[in-house]
């Protein structure tokens, strides 16, 4: 899953960003009201952290700018007012969520697995790929019947597979959606995390779920076993 800070606090976003990426989540970062609308132009997230005080504007403009080009990217306000007013302006124009600050990050990686939950059961609740099945809400995967024991970048490895289930991705592709866009491009991570998965769908399917694609990348589908 991948996920968006707007915040000009730039020691509070790096702080968030670590955080999240130790628990599995691709995390992108910017400081600024406009950046953070060309991030979401050229990128697709599962939730936008959006702080209210921005150096070029307000989040509320950002806000009210993406539900208007019907952007529906689940939206939590984190900021360090308080007021009963401001929250209502924020969910009217459409946030998911209010988070005041100082943040508690258990509390907030909770609140957006729950406004990720509640988006998905709207789209795309079950995933189902040649005898795998995925519940992204849940964090559940099982194949042929037998749940699979994945850690979070594993789960989050094999959900990106099944949901562009039959088409090459490509390591970069990979990589920008589970780590994000800071990422060293020569790293064997990603064969690394396929090499683990294969051998644990393996140990209940005798179909090879994940296949090579020379010189394009992976597809998960496609058996050729």
């Not at 749940?147 to 099944?162: I, R, S």
Request: with cysteine; net charge negative; charged share 30%.
């Amino acid at each position: 899953m991948k996920i968006l800070i707007v915040e000009d606090d730039r020691i509070l976003a790096k702080n968030l960003q670590k955080v999240l990426l130790k628990d599995g989540f691709a995390v992108d970062t910017t400081h600024a009201k406009e950046d953070g609308l060309v991030e979401t132009e050229v990128n697709e997230y599962d939730c936008i952290v959006l702080d209210i005080n921005l150096p070029d504007g307000s989040g509320f403009d950002l806000l009210s700018e993406l539900r208007r080009t019907e952007n529906q990217t689940p939206i939590i306000i984190v900021t360090a007012r308080g007021d009963v007013e401001d929250r209502i302006k924020g969910l009217n124009l459409g946030a998911d969520d209010y988070v005041p600050k100082p943040i508690d990050s258990y509390e907030l990686i909770a609140r957006i697995r729950a406004v990720i939950r509640r988006n998905s059961q709207k789209s795309l609740p079950v995933i189902s790929v040649n005898g795998l099945t995925l519940k992204p809400a849940e964090h559940i995967a099982v194949v042929n019947d037998q749940p699979l024991d994945l850690t979070a970048k594993e789960f989050a490895v094999l959900e990106y597979l099944a949901q562009h289930s039959g088409q090459a991705i490509t390591r970069a592709m990979l990589m920008e959606h589970i780590w994000g866009s800071d990422f060293d491009t020569f790293s064997n991570v990603i064969d690394v995390y396929i090499s683990n998965l294969r051998r644990k769908l393996e140990k209940h399917s005798q179909a090879r779920l994940i296949t090579t694609i020379r010189g394009k990348g992976y597809v998960l589908g496609k058996d050729e076993k």
